[in-house]
C-alpha cells in the first residue's frame, strides 16, 4: 500500500516561531487533506487541496503535485496551535481504501 | 449543526463481550467511514459507507460489522471483543471522497 511520509515526528518551536510541517507520498493523487487533532482526540480539518496554495488565518497549505509533496506553515506560533497535525492523502483512484493518512506530526509551542 | 456525533466516548470491554458504538450526521453527507487510530500510527479504514444501504470494507475490517439503514447513522459493531481491538476509533462523513471530512470526537475502547 502506498505510504504518507510526515516529517518531523516531534516538534518543539518556541512562542512566535514559524513553523513548517512536511509531507510526502508516492504516486499520483486527487486530493491532500492537512487535519488537526487536540489533546483531546477530537480532529479537525484545516485544508484539503489538490494543487498550489491555501491560507486560513496564521496557516499556510501548499501543494507540489510534480515533487508529490505538501507543506503546512503556521506563522507567529502559539501555544494553542500545539496539536498533532496529521496528512492524508486520496490517490488517484483510491476507490475502496479512500483517505491513506500519515502518522502525524506532534506539535509543542512552548511560551 | 452539530455534525458528527459519536457515543460512547469511553468504554472498557471484557474479552469475548461485544458492543456496538453510535454515530449520527446531520449534514447530510452520504458518505460515512470508521476509523481506528493506535499509537504511533496513521488512521485505519475498517468500513465505509457511499449511501444507505450500502456499505464496505476498508483496511482492517476483521472483528467488525456495520450496517447503513439511513442517511444518518453508521454504527460499527464490535463482536467477541479482543484485546487487540483496544483502540479509538473515530467516525467520519463527507460528501464525495474529495471533499472536506469530518470527524466525531473519538470513542476510547479498552478490552481487558
Known amino acids: 500500500k502506498n505510504e504518507v511520509e510526515q516529517s518531523p515526528q516531534n516538534l518543539t518551536a518556541q512562542e512566535g516561531e514559524f513553523i513548517t510541517i512536511n509531507c510526502s507520498y508516492s504516486v499520483g493523487i486527487s486530493a491532500l487533506h492537512w487535519l488537526q487533532q487536540h489533546p483531546g482526540g477530537g480532529i479537525v480539518s484545516l485544508f484539503m487541496?489538490?494543487?498550489g496554495k491555501k491560507k486560513h488565518g496564521r496557516l499556510i497549505a501548499t501543494i507540489n503535485i510534480q515533487e508529490k509533496h505538501s507543506s503546512l506553515h503556521i506563522t507567529a506560533s502559539h501555544p494553542r496551535d500545539s496539536a498533532v497535525y496529521i496528512c492524508?492523502?486520496?490517490?488517484?483512484?483510491?476507490?475502496?481504501?479512500?483517505?491513506?493518512f500519515g502518522k502525524g506530526t506532534h506539535l509543542i509551542i512552548q511560551p | 449543526n452539530a455534525g458528527v456525533t459519536q457515543t460512547p466516548k469511553f468504554r472498557i470491554l471484557k474479552i469475548g463481550q461485544s458492543m456496538t458504538l453510535q454515530c449520527t450526521q446531520d449534514m447530510n453527507h452520504n458518505y460515512m467511514y470508521w476509523y481506528r487510530q493506535d499509537p504511533g500510527m496513521g488512521l485505519k479504514l475498517i468500513y465505509y459507507s457511499v449511501g444507505a444501504g450500502i456499505t464496505d470494507k476498508g483496511e482492517v475490517p476483521n472483528g467488525y460489522n456495520v450496517s447503513r439503514s439511513t442517511t444518518e447513522d453508521f454504527p460499527l459493531r464490535l463482536e467477541l471483543a479482543a484485546p487487540s481491538q483496544t483502540s479509538v476509533y473515530f467516525c467520519?462523513?463527507?460528501?464525495?471522497?474529495?471533499?472536506?471530512?469530518?470527524f466525531g470526537e473519538g470513542s476510547w475502547l479498552t478490552v481487558v
Open positions: 467520519a462523513s463527507s460528501y464525495p471522497w474529495g471533499d472536506t471530512i469530518y
Open positions: 487541496l489538490s494543487s
Open positions: 492524508a492523502v486520496l490517490y488517484s483512484g483510491g476507490g475502496a481504501d479512500g483517505l491513506t
